[in-house]
């Protein structure tokens, strides 16, 4: 089975420039969240699609949106970049959520390290 | 809103010293994970605790989930080099309806001198 694929691994970008970042989900994984982790620290929580819609999202702007489509796969857009935004970005796939089952156990990809100048 | 901290932040051991790392909720959760980064890399899954008191084990690594489903520790015996790396708790809470949510600690950073 496939992993999780990232691309690209490497952007830069300025201040008030836009950004997309893709994220392919490992083969039988519907559920795609992404996170924001800045150097030294925890990923931090930035929304879940599920069947194409956002369930659950964390305290990020609205700058901050997303797209799942049919196949899983998604997108990450981030408008109006600031300096605070550079971070890797990871996505990470789960086979649905509940807490009793491995379903919502995270298989992350290796990310996108976005630097803002 | 729901946070998970971890202590300490930081650990350095001489190869073949124990090793423990502590998460703690301040809320009730559904189940905890364990995830461990090495360094450049991404977050691995390592264990899900489920029950209350619940513990696992994985070769030199064990797991805990508190009474309280509040907290929860990892604990290496007998480090190795390879055991290199951050190890970030992830608390697993309802938030609302069906949706859950994942919200992980700062982690610890383990450095291990051979």
């Known amino acids: 089975e496939t992993g999780v694929t990232q691309s690209p691994t490497h952007l830069i970008k300025t201040r008030g420039q836009q950004v997309t970042l893709r994220c392919s989900s490992q083969?039988?994984?519907?559920?795609v969240s992404w996170y924001q982790q800045a150097l030294g620290q925890g990923p931090q929580f930035i929304f879940q699609?599920?069947?194409?819609?956002?369930?659950g999202r964390g305290n990020f702007p609205p700058r901050f949106s997303g797209l799942q489509f049919p196949n899983y796969s998604s997108e990450l857009n981030v408008n109006a970049l600031e300096l605070d935004d550079s971070a890797l970005y990871l996505c990470?796939?789960?086979?649905?959520?509940?807490?009793?089952?491995?379903?919502?156990?995270?298989?992350f990809g290796a990310g996108s390290r976005l630097t803002v100048l | 809103g729901q946070q998970v901290m971890q202590i300490p932040q930081y650990q350095h051991v001489q190869e073949g010293e124990d090793f423990t790392t502590y998460c703690n909720s301040s809320?009730?959760?559904?189940?905890i994970q364990w995830y461990k980064q090495r360094p450049g890399g991404h977050p691995v899954f390592l264990i899900q605790?489920?029950?209350?008191?619940e513990v696992k084990k994985q070769k030199r690594l064990t797991f805990q989930f508190g009474e309280a489903k509040k907290n929860s520790s990892l604990h290496i015996t007998a480090t190795q080099t390879t055991d290199v790396g951050t190890y970030f708790c992830?608390?697993?809470?309802?938030?609302?309806?069906?949706?859950?949510?994942?919200?992980f600690g700062k982690g610890t950073l383990l450095t291990v001198n051979p």
């Open positions: 605790l489920v029950k209350s008191g």
């Open positions: 992830a608390g697993l809470k309802n938030s609302g309806g069906s949706n859950y949510k994942l919200t």
């Open positions: 990470a796939s789960s086979a649905g959520q509940g807490p009793l089952s491995g379903a919502n156990v995270l298989t």
């Open positions: 083969s039988g994984h519907n559920t």
């Open positions: 699609y599920y069947r194409e819609e956002e369930n």
């Open positions: 809320t009730t959760l559904s189940n």
